[in-house]
């Protein structure tokens, strides 16, 4: 019985870690605000990166990163939005 309950205990606790994060959503300004773009990206090999930056509505800079999925869609996979970029220093 203490067995048993000592692998539920364990089972319980690895579900909880892979849990996956939630979908970013576009943004105004993002490349799949409203929906997918009208043209694909027939050259580009599937798994390719497709950087992405442009000013939000609250005056950061935003820098996406979006891949390409096997049916020519773009998936948004990374999101960083800079307030400070006029004084940062990369």
């Not at 580009?44 to 049916?71: C, K, M, N, W």
């Amino acid at each position: 019985m203490k067995l048993a309950s000592i692998a539920c205990a364990a089972a319980l606790l690895l579900t909880a870690c892979t849990t996956t994060p939630p979908e970013l959503e576009p943004i105004p300004g993002s490349i799949t605000y409203g929906g997918q773009p009208r043209t694909k990206l027939t050259k580009a090999p599937v798994g390719s990166i497709v950087p992405h930056q442009f000013f939000t509505q609250q005056g950061g800079l935003a820098r996406e990163t979006y891949v390409i999925q096997p049916d020519r869609s773009l998936k948004l996979v990374r999101r960083y939005i800079d307030y400070d970029f006029i004084t940062r220093r990369d």
